[in-house]
């Protein structure tokens, strides 16, 4: 029930904003994310954005994971 | 980039098993995790990360199913409250399978009453604008991550002045549970792997009492495979080094203070209140009732419900299952009388629930039998 899955606000007005969950359009409430602006990623959960998804801060724990890959070379277990 | 791509990436096999590498190389003593979340816990044996752990490192299945915490007597009253003239009783889909004491909410549908199942609150809200004559009363429950829309559906009624449109609101804090299972004593806990979208909304900050108070780590995950990994990697480490912080793996989606907006329109409609939750019994300050002030829209206020002698389905382990004192499997209905198709619980219902998980992805276990090295 907690499931909540990323979509990018296309058009918003007022409390509710067009979103585009990979292909399928759907109309959602801004109203629990007023920060919210078109070209956004943001989690929809039951109808609401709840939550911007931070791009840039996925990116960079990709980086580091990669990063520490690189450092520490491992040995695959199996 | 699109979501799609990113989120691959955060599924990309070489990231998982240089972290699986990592979890092995870390965890040299005998440590044990809960997931509070139920989606995590249908990750994490979905993707068979249980059969990737040293055995050193055991995964254990939390509280975090609002389907499975609500108690039978709340899905008694639920049930009644779908049976009552005019109403339609409206609710996420999970709902209607859960056996009550004497029937489910799909079996009163099937004798006459009104079942709706609803995507969002505000499904329910239209269809109390469509149907004037009816009364329609939308079944709230969920943790924090689903209440501030909930609320928002109060809130939109009260603006549209509608008097036909009420909540059952079973919604139910998270950290009074996790609070009350290392309180309990029953099982003990090296580090809890905290849920991401409750999470969103409370801020990864508010689990800080786990280091504070019980001394162990948190860390907030996402669901994809290498989010969990990450998130197991950063709690075996903390205990390695003898440390219990709070860290925020899933920073692309949670902030430490959590989504303040949401907060205010949840805490502007509910108060906190005591709450019955199914293997724990009544916690203190750990529901959402609502307000006086919203009381037109309060179910429990609006109907006079029969006193209904309720009863947890016998045989039943769920209670045990949620507060991680029990494995599903060692449930003796498990996969015997008690499966997706013939629930005996709710925990074998809920797309959340850990009964459910271990039925669904069984067959990871035996594919993939653990390798213990
Ligand atoms: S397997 Fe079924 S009967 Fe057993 S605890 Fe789970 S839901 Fe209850």
């Known amino acids: 029930m907690c499931l909540a899955v990323p979509a990018k606000i296309l058009h918003i007005e007022g409390h509710e904003a067009e979103v585009d969950f990979g292909g399928i359009r759907r109309t959602v409430s801004v109203q629990l994310l007023p920060q919210a602006r078109v070209g956004d990623y943001v989690l929809v959960h039951t109808g609401f954005a709840i939550g911007l998804v931070d791009e840039e801060e996925a990116l960079e724990t990709l980086e580091l994971l990669r990063q520490m890959g690189d450092l520490e070379p491992w040995e695959p277990t199996a | 980039m699109n979501t799609e791509s990113l989120l691959q990436r955060f599924r990309d096999p070489q990231l998982a098993r240089q972290l699986v590498a990592e979890i092995h190389a870390l965890a040299r003593s005998p440590m044990t995790f809960m997931e509070f979340c139920g989606g995590h816990t249908h990750a994490i044996m979905q993707f068979g990360i249980r059969q990737l752990m040293p055995p050193t490192v055991r995964l254990l299945s939390g509280p975090g199913c609002p389907v499975c915490v609500t108690s039978q007597a709340d899905i008694d009253q639920a049930i009644a409250l779908a049976q009552l003239p005019d109403v339609i009783l409206t609710t996420f889909g999970d709902m209607v399978r859960v056996p009550g004491t004497q029937n489910t909410l799909q079996e009163a549908a099937a004798h006459g009453a009104d079942v709706r199942i ?26 924090e991550t689903t209440a ?75 669901f994809e495979p290498v989010d969990i990994l990450l998130t197991i ?73 029969p006193e209904i002698p309720s009863r947890e389905p016998p ?18 209905l498990f996969g015997k009388v008690c499966t997706p198709d013939t629930p005996k619980g709710p925990c074998m219902v809920s797309d959340e629930g850990a009964c459910s998980a271990h039925y669904l992805y069984r067959s990871v276990e035996i594919a993939e039998p653990a390798s213990n090295s």
């Not at chain 2, 995507?119 to 079944?139: G, I, K, M, N, T």
């Not at chain 2, 045989?315 to 003796?332: A, K, S, Y």
């Open chain 2, 315 to 332: 045989g039943c382990r769920c209670g045990d299952v949620l507060r991680g004192v029990i494995e599903p499997p060692e449930c003796p």
């Open chain 2, 118 to 143: 609803v995507y969002s609150p505000l499904d329910a809200v239209r269809l109390a604008q469509d149907h004037p004559e009816r009364r329609v009363v939308f079944l709230g429950v969920g943790f």
């Open chain 2, 148 to 222: 501030p829309g909930v609320a928002a559906s109060i809130l939109q009624a009260e603006a549209l002045g509608l008097e036909n449109y009420a909540v059952f609101s079973m919604h139910k804090y998270t950290p009074p549970a996790m609070r009350a299972i290392l309180d309990m004593g029953e099982i003990r806990l090296n580090g809890v792997i905290g849920p991401g979208h409750v999470s969103t909304i409370i801020g990864s900050d508010a689990w800080s009492f786990l280091p504070e108070d019980y001394g162990i780590p948190v860390v907030v995950s996402g």
């Open chain 2, 233 to 305: 990697r950063e709690l075996v480490a903390q205990v390695a080094r003898g440390e219990a912080k709070v860290v925020n793996a899933y920073g692309r989606a949670v902030l430490p203070q959590g989504n303040r907006a949401a907060l205010d329109i949840m805490n502007r409609v509910f108060h906190v209140a005591d709450a019955d939750w199914r293997g724990f019994g009544v916690l203190p300050a750990s529901g959402m009732a609502i307000r006086p002030e919203y009381r037109l829209f309060d179910a429990a206020h609006r109907f006079t419900l």
